[in-house]
């Protein structure tokens, strides 16, 4: 017989049983005009803000978004934002000095990061001391890739054939046509996919220091119209891009394969230096590892870490990134194991890295500041700005999983955010 705590939670479970008529007529959609309008042009210009502002109706809002400074900025974010009202600030702080021995990066870091979240700074800063005290990490950019992927419809799965054999004579043709879009970028390789009489191009590209979203989203779309004009067979339809791509989002395919910047890092830490600053020892960072290597599994993890998304997505935002790419970057796989004279063993490999030093968000005042703080502002630093990433993600792995070991995790938490 269900016991009244079962009771509770059913009445808990069930909140639609006690939606009335009255309540739901709600949700009926109103014929109602719109009591207010914002200006119909979305660029930035100061009548155009004080309109926007005046259709907000919300002066007590007002100092705290369009502030002097951002009023003084105003024409710098003109390339990054429509329907403009103001600037949002957010705390930065800093962790490190965080040493990374990479191919690209060969410094020691001070790593900016921007977030509300107490206690994650600290996180962060205390792995990538810990990481410089051993010697720093070792970092390796594996590939780098960026791909959109324009699927086609046909009539039949022989009209799709045909077409995929045309599209495979047009692969000079196509590398000319995407590369004459921009003086950053090279066709890195072109892969297809049938399914059916469905067709869908994967067109991998390099696109240098920049993010490159936008880069391959141009540059398709002039393949698009090329194929649509010219192709001997005509699909019924076409798409820019059919979700093959793994665009802000994990994905399989991006963790074997490659979507931004794949990279990988390493360190090894005595077993004396893991008990001084994270109290606690290798062999039972291992067995955290084995464990929540097999919990990950079991949620259906796409690859196996910790919370690569916290440390990503705070440098996201402090260096002028596309936050929402760290629905696919923070993607990958953490591993810690025993080496045979007792240290640890740890390492961290991510495929999806979608990270640049120019365009984008990165010539905004701040975030501009901040690339410079790291010393990666600019043209030649995105591979080593992938590299940086690995590391901060290491640090973050390493400082966690001591946590979680030593019984300080809620302790933390609680002594610095409440």
């Known amino acids: 017989m269900p016991n009244n705590k079962t009771n509770k939670f059913a009445e808990v479970y069930s909140v639609l049983s006690n939606i009335t008529e009255e309540s739901l007529q709600q ?20 009548s155009t803000v004080d309109k926007r502002w005046q259709a907000i109706d919300c002066e007590q809002a007002k100092p705290h978004l369009l502030d002097q400074s951002t009023i003084d900025s105003m024409s710098s974010y003109q390339k990054n934002i429509e329907n403009f009202i103001g600037t949002v600030k957010l705390p930065v702080g800093i962790a490190g000095p965080l040493r990374v021995n990479g191919l690209f990066a060969q410094e020691d870091y001070f790593v900016p990061l921007a977030t509300t979240e107490a206690a994650l700074v600290a996180s962060y800063n205390r792995g990538a001391l810990l990481i410089s005290e051993a010697g720093g990490c070792s970092a390796m950019l594996l590939n780098e890739g960026v791909c959109r992927t324009p699927g ?16 495979t004579t047009q692969i000079d043709t196509f590398t000319d046509i995407t590369e004459s879009t921009s003086n950053h970028l090279t066709l890195k390789d072109l892969k297809i996919n049938l399914e059916g009489n469905h067709v869908y191009l994967i067109f991998d590209y390099l696109t240098g220091d920049a993010s490159g979203q936008n880069m391959v989203t141009i540059a398709t779309n002039a393949v698009l119209e090329y194929i649509t004009e010219h192709s001997p067979t005509k699909a019924k ?11 802000k989002k994990a994905t399989m395919q991006s963790l074997n394969g490659v979507r931004g910047k794949k990279v990988t890092a390493e360190v090894h830490i005595s ?8 109290h606690t020892t290798p062999e039972r960072m291992a067995d955290f590892w084995r464990m929540s290597s097999v919990g990950g599994v079991l949620s259906g993890s796409v690859g196996v870490q910790g919370h690569y998304a ?5 440098l ?43 365009g984008g968000g990165t010539g905004l005042p701040s975030q501009q500041a901040n690339l410079q703080l790291l010393g990666l502002a600019g043209n030649g630093n995105a591979r080593a700005l992938a590299e940086v990433c690995a590391g901060l993600c290491l640090a973050g792995e390493l400082s966690m ?18």
């Open 27 to 46: 949700l009926s959609t109103s014929e109602q005009p719109l009591a207010t309008r914002q200006p119909l042009n979305m660029y930035i210009k100061a």
């Open 152 to 167: 086609f419809a046909f009539e039949t799965l022989i009209q799709a054939g045909q077409f995929v054999a045309w599209a």
């Open 237 to 247: 339809y076409s798409f820019l891009d059919a979700n093959l791509s793994g665009d």
């Open 271 to 278: 077993a004396e230096l893991v008990k001084k600053r994270l």
């Open 310 to 314: 916290n440390g990503l997505a705070a």
């Open 316 to 358: 996201y935002i402090a260096c002028g990134q596309d936050a929402a790419c760290v629905a696919e970057s923070a993607v990958g796989v953490t591993r810690m194991e025993l080496n045979d004279d007792g240290s640890l063993y740890a390492s961290v490999t991510l495929p999806n890295l979608m990270v640049g030093t120019v």
């Open 401 to 418: 999983i001591g946590a979680f070991c030593a019984g300080h995790f809620a302790k933390a938490h609680r002594k610095l955010a409440r």
